[in-house]
């Protein structure tokens, strides 16, 4: 078995069926269990929460409100190109 | 490949199709190919009150590029496998 790192895509092989912590285009996160990933960047992902941030403006005060609404799936496929970063989840979870 | 085959295996399953003009879709998976291009047969909208000329459709074609993500149910798939597979393939 290769435990060799090559390259970024090696890193992400140590991480399969650790959590990991995806960043995704349109403000989406997901923390999930890492089971497949290709070199798009494609993936499956197990027991995922996906929190999606939104930004609103106070009509009155003109302030930016941040929401966020989060979902779980018991197993996601996600295609690579929406995906921006691959780590393992950030310590403070 | 191993995408493609992963899907293969879940061709007669039903799945819930997000694409990333927000549009939820559920159906039975009908078939798959290379490129991930999805056909689903009994396509449910899972939000028919924002997009009801969505309702009338029983059977799509999707082009893989708008898929957001695909949920699947967890007793459909063999994880060991799945991780054996990615494991072999992956980056090479």
Do not use: W
Request: hydrophobic share 40%; with cysteine.
């Amino acid at each position: 078995m290769t435990t060799e790192c090559r390259e970024p895509l090696d890193l992400i092989r140590l991480s399969i069926d650790e959590r990991i912590y995806v960043k995704c285009k349109g403000d989406r996160e997901l923390r999930g269990k890492l089971h497949a990933y290709d070199q798009h960047l494609n993936m499956v992902l197990a027991d995922v929460e996906e929190t999606v941030t939104k930004q609103d403006t106070d009509e009155e005060t003109q302030e930016a409100i941040i929401r966020t609404a989060k979902r779980s799936h018991e197993m996601l496929f996600v295609r690579g190109d929406v995906v921006i970063l691959v780590s393992p989840p950030l310590r403070t979870t | 490949m191993l995408f493609y085959s992963f899907f293969k295996t879940l061709v007669g399953k039903e799945i819930a199709v997000e694409l990333k003009n927000d549009i939820a879709l559920e159906g039975k998976l009908h078939s798959i190919d290379q490129y991930l291009n999805i056909k689903l047969l009994d396509t449910k909208v899972s939000d028919p009150e924002r997009y009801p000329q969505l309702v009338a459709m029983t059977s799509v074609f999707i082009r893989g590029s708008v898929v957001r993500y695909v949920v699947i149910a967890k007793d459909d798939v063999d994880v060991d496998l799945l991780q054996d597979a990615a494991r072999k393939t992956a980056a090479s």
